[in-house]
């Protein structure tokens, strides 16, 4: 087994909440496998969210949060892995130049929050069978089957949620495009609703699709994202859904030269409800190479109220520290 | 310090519940030891149960489950462990042919929810002082002393509870033969019950009983364990103690014919309750290895209305992938 | 990557508990670094608490407690670490020679309940932004700025407490001496205070010093610690500051004769509230080392009843043993 990780953490001052250390979406974990013959391999990964930067002494306990956790075989037929995971369209994302940082694209400040949870399309499931094809003519294909958690008195099944991605070359080099889609049937949907007494019924099925087209090539790197959500939103504390649905553009660039890479975001998010002003909001960035697995940075994100949805605009300034092992 | 685990995903589908992805008892874990000289070495074995499919996203904490974690010294005299450990009860066991699984021996649906918190005699105890006797002429002794966790006003002691088992010969290959017995004193008890207010008083001791017999030899493996228990159960939200009393006997058969294993078990619980009906289980499987550390399966496990005790028969189904590292 | 961890575990008497198995700290981590050349390394240390003993059976989940976890850059100009860690006062410490256990000198048996949470100076921050810096003739320079975590609708700070130290020579060798001074600023008061309705306010600075001498040589180390705190305590359920203001001094010496160590603690608090008597506390213990990596000990412990305010004199005996890895 290989142990590794990733940690993130910066000093981070923000709109109306002073200045603090965080931590961002640091992680810790166990992968390895072991070679059947034939072929044929069995995989897994295990990866556990940790706060460096949280919990208040000795005493205090400090949840994990879950990441992915997949368990499965792989061969020439593809992967297929059983287990918690990213959903498809979570993984057919263009590279996010601010991942995990303020200006995440799953961020609400950033993405307005559309999408199921309020996550902009960045979902990872539980109960999840995930399918990778291998590559055809540089094509390749995922899809997944969800099954709601921790229901009672009823019939779950792996088709509840689906997601599906076609991806094309990579997210690396060269040029990479991706279409998603994801549907939260209306069973799924009831489940997510369903701690209330009576539970949530009667709700549609909730969509959300993803088209990304990028470019890296010589140190540069451009992306463009175009999500549309449909019937999704977040349940609140009576578990009805307060449903957000709208249309987001993210686009980004950066480019490296040396150790430094500038970077850019701009995102804009048509909200679908009668009246709402579009929301927009952006970021830059500076990305400095302090070693191969080491990198330090800064990002500044602005968000603006219609985007924010809070009255006001909001910005975040970060120097911050990222070290993988 | 040896990193190690083992994962253990399926796809399952149970009667009244559907089809899911589950984690059965999937875990990782740190272990070491260091020589002391003079036939002496310290010991550690630290395990946490995790679940591979669960969680609901990115922000969702993952409690880690208590599994065995123990630090001791080894020497000629035997071993003495200190800390959180499977009652000698439970490792008298004989090998379990459907372990941790829909038809694992201590599951509510196999043994009907005898035994001390309903887990038909598969306890694993905290604060724990054990000790393992070197063999002699095969025949080793296991005993551990338990104290009651989080009870104030009161004196315990590590005698409040204690767990004593004896074996001959080895669960792997061979003749096998247990024996082992649990004794939950009334301070243990009335701990067990003491949320509540007023506290519960005047419980009686409960007692647990293994006898177990097994022989593996040329691939087939063949077991059988008679169990009893008195005045165990489990405490309903008013921490009153509803027993579950009654005597339960599992047979299992398997045979390995190269990469394959048939395996088979039958359960029959005699409740001692007035009027109370035997209730009866079975489970059949077919273990597959893929590799050294690797199997597939699939499992199927019937439970009938007087053994579950649910007013229906119960059925699972089970295809699963199982990976030790 | 590397593994490590330290396990503590002990059969412990104490007076109106009883009897028991207990873990002391026990801990597990995982720490490394980055070469990033010019002098210059990236560094991180994670580290969870882990309860050995702990937990109620397969099915109860284990916390981790929170232990320092932090990220940082190390080079000529010092160490710069981000996340959560021990104070730069607890840092200070001389060695503690009944460290964890129940003689530890952040107990309430042993310094009465003083100091920030009633640790008796022993916190460990989280937000935490650290310096340390190189050693001049001897002598270097701790300090840290700490925010509230969890505060709403209020500008948090890396000021609102901080914490620095100086010291002089090694913990483990010839002479070291230290001075700490960590202030509570009442931003960080009332932040502590918050999570009732109204808020508390109005709360003054709370600050705590620690002024520490040791001599190690030749097997023999004897230290002494002078502590004041001032308008710290703990918050009672109405998140009211309980102060326990006051000045408490301790004294240790061990003597290490090959394996065996014997070793005593005095400890006595002057509290300031108006009427309190002086209390006092000591401890005796024999630390015996079984290998490099391995200690037995036995502990007894006597606080006397102005310190440990139950009204009753209490004493602890532990026999227990330590490993770490």
Known sequence: PTLFGQLNAGIESTTDKGTTVNSYASRVGVKGSEDLGNGLKAVYHLEWQIDVAGGKGATASEDLGARNAVVGVAGGFGTVLLGRHDT????????????????DMGKSNITGGLGMLGKGGEVRAANVIAYVSPSFAGISLVAAGVSPEGVTGED???TDAYSVALMYGSQKEGLYLSAAYNNYGSDMMNALGATATPAVTGLDDATEMRISAQYAAGGLIANVTYQDFQDTGTFNDADELVATEGSNIQAQVGYKMGKLMPKLKYSTTDFDAAGADDGSAYAIGLDYALGKKTKGYIEYMNSDSDMNGSGDDITSTVVGLLHKF
């Open 156 to 158: 779950v099944k792996l």
């Open 88 to 103: 498809p369209l979570k993984m057919s994302q263009a590279k996010d130049l601010f991942n995990d940082g303020v200006a």
